[in-house]
Every structure is written in structure tokens, then in C-alpha cells.
């Protein structure tokens, strides 16, 4: 559940291991070198957290019993081959990361200026920062994955350059929008919403400078026709 398919980290705590052997062959799968890690009636130095049989291509799926989050070792072998495979590298984080902070705009900003609208705030370093927004029908809804970015240092800076916001489908959306952030860890657990905003419909001031033809002398706003 990680950034990718192979960095070996999930907010599953019973993952699905997968691998290939010499067919029909009783497969251990354990952790190994966590003495003063795991609980003491562990066997730390070859915990073995699930078993199955190779199918006849030598394919082999096993899901875990459940492990604690931390970072493990995982090995497969044949039961009759003391010879365990490459150690594949674990990581476990089921703990949901503290939402992020949004620190500009304050709390209401008008739609006629969305054209340099920066979303600023603090995070966790290199976390995925995710916006959510609730529309209308008052549910909370993802924004498009155009505005997604990494946190940098702690801090993030989406810059949007448009007179208007995209749905998760990339659909414009209608103005009032109450604007959330989410960030997302390395194992894929995503954090509470952030504190909101709030883009209004646009709010122009209404003015009338002149007038054609104007034949006063000093601005008296005089005409000679009716139009």
C-alpha cells in the first residue's frame, strides 16, 4: 500500500507474501533477527508467521498472521531445505499521520482571484499532500490529483493558475468550495482534513467612469443627444 508496488511498506498488518519454489513444497515463511524487538515468547530469531504448500508450477501465496508495525526481515524456505531465500525488507505502519496545516489563504478567499491562488501550509516531510473540498451537496469529495504534490521540508505550496478549481473527474467545479488538505504517509495511511477555506463566488465592485458624448466643460457629464 506504499508510494509502490515494491518498497515494501503497508498499513496492512497481515499482508500477502507471494513467490515461486520447487513445486509442491512446504513453504515457511518467517521473520528473522528480531531478538529485542518482538514480545518474549516470540521465537525472535525465526518467527514464522505463515506456511502453505507450492502448487505443481512451484507457485506459492501466503497471507501472515498478524505483525506488529516495525521494521522486519522476511525469508521463505522449503521445509526440507535449510536454506532460506533473498531477505525481503517490511516495513508495517497501521498509525494514521497528524493532519496538515494550512496556513494561507485564511479563512474565506473570492473566486475573481483565484488566478494566483497559493495553498500553503506545514506537513510531514516527503509525505503526498492530497485536497479535498466540500461542494454543495456537503459531502467531502477529492480535487483533481492535479494539485497533489509532495511535502518538502515540512512545508507544502500548491500554486493554482486558473479562474476556477477540478473535481477528482476533472470537472469544473460551481463556486461556493470549502477547500481541505489530506497528507498521506509512506505506507499509505491517509491523515484526518487539514483546518478549511473557503473559495466565495466572485465579488466585483461596480462603478461608471464616463460617459460619450460628453460636451461639459469641466466634467459636469452634459450631452447634447438623448443616447
Known amino acids: 500500500t506504499g ?6 511498506f503497508t498499513n496492512d498488518n ?14 515457511i515463511l518467517s521473520i528473522v533477527d528480531s531478538c529485542g524487538v518482538l514480545p518474549p515468547d516470540v521465537q525472535c530469531a525465526n518467527w514464522v508467521i505463515g506456511t502453505t504448500t507450492s502448487d505443481s508450477s512451484g507457485n506459492w501465496s501466503i497471507q501472515s498472521i498478524s505483525i506488529i508495525d516495525g521494521t522486519w526481515k522476511v525469508v521463505a524456505m522449503e521445509s526440507d531445505v535449510p536454506i532460506s531465500s533473498d531477505i525481503f525488507h517490511l516495513t508495517v505502519d497501521t498509525i494514521f499521520p497528524d493532519a496538515p496545516v494550512i496556513t494561507s489563504p485564511e479563512l474565506s478567499y473570492y473566486s475573481n482571484e483565484l488566478s494566483t491562488l497559493n495553498i500553503m501550509g ?7 499532500i492530497n485536497f479535498k473540498y466540500k461542494g454543495a451537496d456537503n459531502v467531502i469529495h477529492p480535487l483533481s490529483d492535479f494539485y497533489s504534490l509532495n511535502c ?5 505550496n500548491s500554486k493554482i493558475e486558473s479562474l476556477y478549481l477540478l473535481d477528482e473527474n476533472n470537472k469544473r467545479l460551481k463556486f461556493p468550495i470549502t477547500v481541505f488538505a489530506v497528507q498521506t504517509d509512506f505506507a499509505g495511511n491517509a491523515s484526518p482534513i487539514s483546518n478549511e ?7 466585483f465592485s461596480t462603478t461608471i467612469e464616463g460617459m460619450t458624448p460628453d460636451i461639459g466643460i469641466n466634467g459636469e457629464h452634459l450631452s447634447s443627444t438623448d443616447q
Not at 506545514?122 to 503526498?128: A, E, Q, S, V
Open 3 to 8: 508510494f509502490s508496488d515494491t518498497d515494501g
Open 14 to 27: 497481515q499482508p500477502t507474501f507471494t513467490g515461486t519454489s520447487s513445486p509442491n513444497k512446504d513453504i
Open 122 to 128: 506545514t506537513c510531514d516531510d516527503k509525505f503526498i
Open 152 to 156: 518538502d521540508y515540512g512545508t507544502f
Open 197 to 203: 477555506f473557503i473559495i466565495k463566488n466572485p465579488t
